[in-house]
């Protein structure tokens, strides 16, 4: 197992290498000027107070020595300077992170909470009403767009029922994201129960005399969560790299809406460093998977 983990993080070091170059290479391609972006349209600013500007912040070299000088730089922990905000990199990309994680969390949490015990349900009730009604819901639930499922509930919950604020509340998003996720880990569980419930070893599991509980709970259930984990790690990972949309629509201070800031903006520095912190926490994520579907399932060895 350790020399999976250390194999795992070797292979991690030429990916992040190579996101960061394509993101740097992908940020220059695309118009506009980070100097224009920092003043408003109406403003009379001199070409040579632009031009000093950009030697300053070292947009004046070739794009080659830029990036090497902001690999060195982040090998050396300094993130860089927001060349909008004149703010550490790191310091922002600080706050921002832990409030796209809880939301991650929250939201993780509320899907497995309605998936879990629905998915037993249909599954043990394969091809009955309830079994017909939660697998259309659950891919209603998968085909409507997150941010219109998030406006909808803005809609209801906010403007009609005043329950809930529709911004600066971490209930309203992660409840929203909750509802995808909830679908996607449905009918992956479903599908593996069935798929468990099925097996020779369920005739033998009922011939020791145990109980139909016991053989969901201690076997069934257990085993078709391995798939049901990978699925929900890759969520994990996708969200802690920012859930760009719902951040957006719910006005949530999460590195989603930092990055889609700075991409407006034009922030090289933060668009960078936050592109690198999704591709590292994404790596990360799948690599606890792996160790997790080992636990889960015995028959697993890395070698």
Known sequence: ??????????????????????????LHVIPGDPVDALFPPEASITTDAKN???????????????????????LRGDWGTSIASRRPVGGLVAEAWPRTGALALTSLGIGAAIAVPVGVLLATHQGTAWDVLGSATAMLGISLPTFALGILFMLVFSVRLHWLPSLGSIVLPAFTQGVGIAAILLRTLRADLIHQLRAEYIRTAHAKGLTERAVLTRHVLRNALAGTVTVAGWIFGYQLGGAVVIERVFTWPGIGLLTV???????????????????????????????????????????
Do not use: K
């Open 1 to 26: 197992m350790v020399r999976f983990v250390a194999h795992r993080c070797l292979q991690a070091a030429p990916v992040l290498f190579l996101v960061s170059a394509v993101v740097f290479g992908a």
């Open 52 to 74: 000093a500007l950009r030697r300053q912040l070292g947009l004046d070299q070739p794009l080659p020595v830029q990036y090497v000088t902001w690999v060195g730089r982040m």
């Open 261 to 303: 800031n700075a991409i407006y903006g034009r922030d090289y520095p933060v668009v960078l460093a936050a592109v690198l912190v999704f591709a590292a926490t994404y790596v990360l994520v799948n690599l606890v998977v792996d160790v997790a579907y080992g636990i889960l399932d015995p028959r697993i060895r890395y070698a």
